[in-house]
């Protein structure tokens, strides 16, 4: 092919700017690994295992932020995966198209809304309900339990986890509607008809021919769901509690997560230590993210091609 | 008694399947129902706590101190428009440009570097984002909460999301349009310059207001980096108010006043987005899905 100057410019202009967008990310991996260095090299592995967090002293483990992380994330999944898989299912094959059309729109029009909106709405809407109705209740029902009763004992003061990992279900499930409506949806029409031909119901044809074609994308979407419940900070920072470094069984402990704890103490971070330290937490949280994306992608991919849950 | 005991399992299993069937339609209706029934809900409350909070001074003034009547969101206004609008000019020319490099230049092993690169990054938590800015710009560099920092770190979220809508909506002009140009002579360049990016033109066009809208949202970045500011500034260097910090602060705060100025802000950051969001929906070419 013919190759003028022009061209050269052009081609030489468009790949300098593309190219910032892997030099950008390999500048935040380094960068921010090369900041929390101070910290790494300080506190090692302890930094994941102790959950003393001392600024005054220096001393430095967020294994309280990583246990707070874990448990709201691990409510997230646990509360949106059902509902979303279900609406997933029932847009893609119970709802007339022109209904499922305007009712996905709905559950997308969820993810537009910011994340400190949720924040609000959840710390003047959610946390009165949790503290005087639901958390009693489930005290009263739940708490006296013998195995899981330690989730719901101690005293309630509707600003926790179990509120962080509420909000953190409502905020991932539009994507996890989206993706997995996707997956469900690339399942091939031939599988649903040889299934209804041999006369299987409507959700045996979903249980026995579309799920377990579409469960490992299913997967990749609730990968997505963690990795997005993972590094959430604004909506969770107003709802968690951000007081206690404690970790306890009670879900109604005023914890902090990885994200809320940065977003809470960046400002205070003057001493060298303290600034690395917090610098590790977010690195941490990098590391999660990079790990988890590449995986969940490369599961939908099996499934259903390129994800366009992805600039959701 | 032979006949029947012979039928009744059948019957009964039939019978059962069909019970099944129709409790998981209704368990599936009530999924769907939970997911859009929390939408409305949250947009109720938005609208019903938010509205009374709006008046022309709130939209105009800048914030009192607790206790004095009055005062608006001015300065986060201002403020939200500046700091995105300096993240647009940085991040959308290197996302068109990153889309042009993988479908027009490099669709190879380069383009799969570059798109891999860009998704990684849309994946990445807005708050690590901000922690970068914020150590190596404001800790760094600068020395200072910024709006530039501000600004850069929402470029940073904006690029993956004009990169990809863009390299959709490229993707959509036909080959034939290429071979054309090409055939008649073009250099590549002009063949994209004149021919794809116009042909393309409203989904690029799609692609950076989409990527604004969502930048302007952001609370965590910007927290981080641009820090807030009760005052009216338009220096790029010195701290900056914005909206979803004015909603942080107002929520925070132990005050029903603030509060109720936090709903307003909210309802108005809401709505903007949702107008743009929706408004481009409506008059962009259709991406197939």
Redesign the interface.
């Known amino acids: 092919?013919?190759?003028?100057r022009?061209?050269r410019?052009?081609?030489g202009?468009?790949?300098?700017?593309?190219?910032?967008?892997?030099l950008?990310?390999a500048g935040?991996t380094l960068?921010?690994v090369d900041?929390a260095w101070p910290s790494i090299s300080t506190y090692g592995l302890g930094f994941l295992t102790s959950s003393t967090w001392d600024p005054v002293k220096e001393i430095f483990g967020a294994a309280a932020y990583l246990y707070g992380t874990l448990v709201t994330t691990a409510i997230a999944v646990i509360l949106a995966a059902?509902?979303?898989?279900?609406?997933a299912?029932?847009?893609v094959e119970?709802?007339p198209r022109r209904i499922a059309g305007t009712?996905s729109f709905?559950?997308e029009?969820?993810a537009?809304?910011?994340?400190?909106?949720?924040?609000?709405?959840g710390?003047?809407?959610l946390v009165p309900l949790f503290r005087e109705n639901v958390e009693p209740f489930l005290q009263a029902t739940l708490g006296v339990l013998p195995l899981v009763g330690g989730l719901f004992g101690g005293p309630i003061g509707g600003r926790d986890l179990l509120v962080g990992g509420v909000i953190l279900a409502?905020m991932i499930?539009?994507l996890l509607?989206a993706v997995s409506r996707?997956v469900i949806a690339a399942v091939p029409t031939a599988q649903r008809e040889g299934m209804l031909g041999i006369g299987a119901?409507?959700?045996?044809m979903?249980r026995g021919a579309v799920l377990p074609y579409a469960r490992i994308g299913i997967v990749g979407a609730i990968v997505l769901g963690v990795?997005r419940a993972?590094?959430?900070?604004?909506a969770v920072t107003?709802v968690v509690g951000n007081s206690s470094t404690a970790i306890t069984s009670s879900l109604f402990v005023p914890g902090y997560t990885m994200?809320s704890a940065?977003?809470n103490q960046?400002v205070e971070a003057s001493g060298k230590l303290y600034?690395s330290a917090?610098?590790e937490?977010?690195v941490l949280?990098?590391l999660v993210?990079?790990i988890?994306?590449?995986l969940a992608?490369l599961l939908i991919r099996r499934v259903a091609g390129t994800p366009?849950g992805?600039?959701i | 008694m032979s006949a029947a005991a012979i039928a009744s399992p059948s019957w009964r299993i039939r019978r059962r399947?069909?019970v099944?069937?129709t409790v998981?339609?209704v368990?599936?209706?009530?999924?769907?129902a939970?997911?859009?029934g929390?939408?409305l809900l949250?947009l109720g409350?938005?609208i019903v706590?938010g509205l009374p909070a709006l008046n022309l001074a709130f939209f105009t003034e800048r914030p009192k101190p607790f206790g004095v009547e009055g005062g608006g969101v001015g300065p986060a206004i201002v403020g939200t428009l500046i700091v995105s609008a300096v993240a647009g000019v940085i991040a959308i020319?290197?996302g068109i440009?990153?889309a042009?490099?993988?479908t027009e230049?490099?669709p190879g092993r380069w383009g799969a570097?570059?798109r891999f690169?860009?998704?990684?990054?849309?994946?990445?938590?807005?708050?690590?984002?901000g922690?970068?800015v914020?150590?190596?710009l404001v800790?760094g560099l600068l020395g200072k909460y910024s709006a530039i920092a501000g600004a850069a770190a929402l470029a940073?979220i904006m690029?993956?999301?004009v990169?990809?809508?863009t390299e959709e909506v490229l993707r959509l002009v036909p080959g034939s349009l290429r071979e054309a140009a090409l055939a008649l002579g073009a250099?590549?360049?002009?063949v994209?310059?004149r021919v794809v990016l116009p042909t393309a033109r409203a989904g690029v066009a799609t692609a950076a207001v989409?990527a604004l809208?969502r930048a302007a949202?952001?609370?965590?970045p910007l927290?981080?980096t641009a820090l807030g500011n009760l005052f009216f500034s338009t220096d790029l260097l010195r701290p900056i108010a914005a909206l979803?910090l004015q909603?942080?602060q107002y929520?925070?705060s132990p005050y029903d006043d603030w509060?109720a100025k936090?709903?307003g802000a909210?309802l108005i950051?809401?709505a903007v987005?949702?107008v743009v969001?929706f408004a481009l929906r409506a008059f962009a070419p259709r991406v197939p899905?």
Request: charged share 10%.
């Open positions: 092919m013919r190759s003028g022009g061209d410019l052009f081609a202009g468009v790949t300098g700017l593309a190219l910032i967008v892997p950008t990310l935040i960068l921010m900041a059902p509902v979303a898989v279900g609406a299912i029932f847009l119970y709802a009712l709905l559950i029009v969820l537009y809304i910011p994340s400190i909106v949720y924040g609000l709405w710390l003047f809407v409502i499930l539009p509607v996707e119901t409507k959700w045996e979903v990795a993972f590094g959430e900070t604004m107003l994200a940065i977003a960046f600034f917090i610098v937490i977010a949280l990098l993210a990079l988890v994306n590449t992608r366009q992805f600039a | 399947r069909r099944i069937d998981m339609a368990l599936l209706t009530a999924a769907t939970i997911a859009v929390l939408l949250i409350y938005l706590n020319p290197i440009a990153a042009i490099f993988v230049l490099r570097i570059v690169s860009a998704e990684l990054i849309a994946g990445l938590p807005s708050i690590a984002v922690v970068f914020w150590s190596f800790r940073i690029i993956p999301i990169a990809r809508t250099p590549r360049w002009r994209v310059m989409l809208a949202g952001e609370t965590a927290l981080l979803p909603i942080y929520a925070a509060h936090a709903w909210s950051l809401v987005i949702a969001s899905r």
